[in-house]
């Protein structure tokens, strides 16, 4: 879109200044508005502005409808959760069905709802009847099993307490009466006390019940019964070993079964109840193996039954799920879409007349002809007679920050976002970002070996980009793959800064010519030490030299390369953010900014450390001994001092003096002229407005300084001191501090190839070293979790933040106000993303 | 150590410490409590709350609601934070957590107990019991005959059992027993948490004494309001007030010999603590004395957060998360039934 209109502002910059934006006012006829509204979110290029903040959700207009979303989005739920539970996979790709409207589809959804609780609740007491029998059975196989164990003695049939029992569980009788008879003590005084009749187990009715109770049950429920009966009953239990659905909850639990004989009518319904309250299921079982059998087979004619019945019950839900996934995922957009379009229409003004709805929002000045088209596009579908007015207001209302970003860009204003969002319309650093950023990492990463691991993990996510964006990602790979660009360039960097340390998991090579250095003996014994002579007058051509890899002198060496080199970056970037200082103040008009506040920061950083940086070029170039320490430190010490053996250049001393003067001048220029001039700006203003000028508020001065008229003149100049005095103090010390912060780059370079080396020629070297098949094994395992763990996660890691350091901190610092809102524009898309 | 708790307190206890401190953030403020006043309908209700901590709770329900659901499914919310809370806790804190339920457990007894003595369905009794004081075999107390049984059964088994040492009779139960179990029980586990908090030592016996003993005095003032004109001989009454708090002992001589509401207004009104509360009453007005002592809990309650480093925080945070349900559940009682000019009466505001 590069249709632009009349603001002379709204001039084509990218990424560098957020879009130009402007508050409108929609007037929208009430028959069209829920057709704007869907186009406008199909756009996605409005941000509405609530009109109704002071109304509570239930009191808008469509709270209702939004309540019915609520519902349908339940309803919803529950379809989906039924069709997981039937285990129907759900292809949303054939949307051939045509879209139902809103209001037939939640129609369309109570009924289904209607349906499958009816289906559900059918076949959950065919379930609950189908799992009892199944619970019958095993009862009885397990009792069967009990009861036959002891068959040997059929022969003794006997009369046993008035119940006709077969021989089959005599044997446990006895054992039980045993038991009785050898705790006679305790039973007798416990039953004394209960003041029952009874004499001897013997004669008692004995009784006995069967059934399932939940294992983790099974101690408690056996204690109770105990004391319940005082110990008199006798329990066996056995486990079944395959989770069965519970009839009553409908959940797969591990039962137990138990087989409890007891005596007296008193302790069976006291049994009965305690059952009753443990949730056991108890199930008659017959003692003679005749009627056993033939109850067995009763069940087993009702089992088939009954499955029978469920499955064609399960068949019938499963063709009315299965026919509703291919539309469930379409069917809850649409539901989310309609919620989200009711919240925006509970954020409209109702017209009393209640004929048309006002609206009012943000929108970016390019975006005005699509939304124009959006809107008579809805009222032509519509058949409205009257299309949307859409007005542009004039508003004091700071816009919102809108950048248009696309997937490579995006990751990186993240970055900046993170630390604020960018003031409207003022320098985004993000455009710089995108090659600062990699680059400050690549030099504390510097190693090209390590740069490849990390290219082709990037590349790998970068190329699965399709599949990846689908799948939910865990926290941390989530992020590497929100942050695949930015890796891809840090990557990128490290290669070639590693290419320029000549390091390859810390080993050199020689790609780029010989070194220019030979050995000075033949034998070449001393080459680590000294004894190197310069054969050449060209410097090896690309990189650091690889002798000096391993040489004694390789650390002085490499530290006052990379220092040095740490301190010109570091200038050079806090240069870059106090010129784009001076882009900000030019383009909001602040004249005062740039010659009170620009000007003696650019001239007080670049006459200390740029004047520092001037001083290592010249000692690169010519090769000079000079201590650059001693040249600066005494450079504010003593000033007149000769510079004896330290002069790199004729006027030197000269320079350094004005340098100083300059500096020394710029501090008391940054502090005070421009909270003078402010005050006296202000005094003018109330001067006139006593003499009853008038003014209009957007006829005042085109500056956008801090003041504003309300407040009271004498405190509003000591607010006005104090923040430029604070601002002052923390740029001249931020000036040393924040070079000095650039050292980290050195630093963190440092750690980086040190620690490659040790992990080389410790762990890979020594290893090698012993000849010995299993020890090389362990010692390149270890060596390559070392390199993957530390060195290419815990060192990007604290490369990255080092980096983000130096740009929130040293770079934006500098002019980075970063107090701006994102623009929010409704849209649909990442309702149709979400889930 | 008395004093240095302060330095080792993070230790074990720092974590727990935050986490209740942010649920203690999600409780209903004045903004939300005027906004759930004006609600129309329950739907309304479940809207408003939707935006709030308690929203994944009630996002599944379907649209008819009742009240019972509403205040079921807030108690749900209380229910996983609290165990959530004691699977992290440690020694002693676990313990004091787990005597903060005792109260619900006392009351379950008795709700059941009372249930079964009128014949209702077990089930029926257990869906009515408060989640937080469940405790394994507690549907096994509908077998019981009586106090002896129900000891040996089940109660043998829980925490509440060293409690019921007074209460042991062969008494059939009647309306009268278990009322008087009730409070006996009560008692007993008051002076025992009481104790337990004394033996903490440090803000944490500073607060939760003092909470306890307000809690005490309450239950005093409750019993013998409620034991007017009863059968309850003044010596029985005076064996049901708790051994502590500020009516100990002479508050409760006093206290004992009541006949009615006055009386007791005039023993009271000599705690200068006590005279605020029955200042706002009429005279012979009993019906706004609990809602009055609510609200001087809930105040005593938030007070608890203004110290660090000490127990009483769970304690203030589990009740006064009792209380917002108490309110939701006024509030939506009086939506249902159409009552919406007495919803301010019950409700105590709690920020």
Known sequence: MSIRLGDPRASSVGLFRSETMSLVRLIIPAESVHETIINLGDLGLLQFNDLNADKSPFQRTYAHQIKRCGAMAQKLRFLKDQIERAGILSSSSSSTQKDLEFDELEVKLTELEAELSEVNSSSEKLLQSYNEFLEFELVLKKAGSYFSSSRSTKSAYQRFSGQDSTSTYQHELEEFSEFSRNTPTYESSLLLEQGLQMKTSKQTRLGFITGLIDKKKIESFQRILFRATRGNMFFKKAPIKEPMLDPRTNEMVEKVFFLLFFSGEQAKTKIIKICETYGASKYPCPEEFGQRAQMMNEISSRLAELKATIDAGNRHRDGLLSMVSYQVDQWSVMVRKQKAIYHILNMLNIDVTRRCLIAEGWCPVSAKVQIQDALDQAAADSNSQISTIFQVLRSKESPPTYFKTNKFTGAYQEIIDAYGIAKYQEANPTVFTIITFPFLFAIMFGDWGHGICLLAAVLWLILNERPYKKKKLGDIMAMAFAGRYVILLMAIFSIYTGLIYNEFFSKSFTFFGSSAYHCSDPSCSQSTKSGLIKTRSTPYWFGVDPVWHGSSTELPFLNSMKMKMSILFGVSHMNLGILLSYFNAKFFGNKLDIWYQFIPQAIFLNCLFGYLSLLIIVKWCTGARADLYHVIIYMFLSPTADLGENQLFRGQKYLQNSLLLAAAVAIPWMLLPKPLILRKKQHKKMHRSAHGVKESLDMESPDKDYTSHEVHEGLEFREILVYQIIHTIEFVLGAVSNTASYLRLWALSLAHSELSSVFYDKILVLALGYKNKAVTIIGVVVFVCATIGVLLCMETLSAFLHALRLHWVEFQGKFYAGDGYKFKPFSFSPISEED | ?351
């Open chain 2, 1 to 351: 150590m008395y004093g240095f708790e302060a330095l080792t307190f993070n230790i074990h206890g720092g974590y727990l410490e935050a986490i209740v401190r942010g649920h203690r953030g999600g409780l209903l403020t004045a903004v939300d409590y005027n906004n759930l006043c004006q609600c129309e309908t329950l739907d309304d209700i479940k809207m408003h709350l939707s935006a709030t901590e308690y929203g994944p709770y009630l996002q599944n329900e379907p649209s008819p609601l009742r009240t019972t659901t509403i205040v079921e499914k807030c108690t749900q919310k209380l229910v996983d934070e609290y165990k959530h809370m004691l699977a992290q806790a440690t020694e002693p804190l676990s313990t004091f957590l787990e005597y903060i339920t005792y109260g619900h457990m006392i009351d379950n007894i008795v709700l059941i107990v009372t249930g079964t003595l009128h014949e209702r369905d077990v089930h029926e009794l257990l869906e009515k019991c408060h989640p937080l004081g469940m405790f394994e075999s507690i549907a096994t107390l509908a077998v019981a005959q009586n106090m002896r049984e129900l000891y040996r059964l089940v109660l043998i088994d829980t925490p509440l059992a060293p409690y019921f040492s007074e209460c042991i009779t062969s008494e059939d139960l009647d309306e009268m027993n278990i009322e008087i179990m009730r409070n006996t029980l009560y008692k007993a586990y008051l002076e025992d948490f009481y104790k337990f908090c004394k033996k903490l030592g440090g803000a944490t016996s500073e607060i939760m004494c003092d909470l306890l003993a307000f809690e005490a005095d309450r239950r005093a003032v409750n019993i013998t309001i409620n034991s007017i004109g009863t059968e309850l001989t003044r010596d029985d009454r005076r064996k049901l007030f708790s051994s502590f708090g500020q009516l100990y002992p002479y508050g409760h001589e006093e206290l004992a010999v009541c006949e009615d509401f006055d009386q007791v207004r005039g023993v009271m009104e000599k705690y200068p603590t006590y005279q605020s509360i029955f200042a706002k009453l009429s005279y012979g007005e009993s019906q706004m004395l609990d809602k009055a002592f609510y609200e001087d809990e809930v105040k005593r309650l938030c007070l608890a957060f203004e110290q660090q480093f000490h127990y009483a925080v769970f304690f203030s945070y589990v009740r006064l998360r009792e209380q917002e349900i108490r309110n939701l559940m006024w509030i939506s009682e009086c939506v249902a039934q159409n009552q919406k000019s007495r919803i301010h009466d019950g409700i105590v505001f709690i920020f």
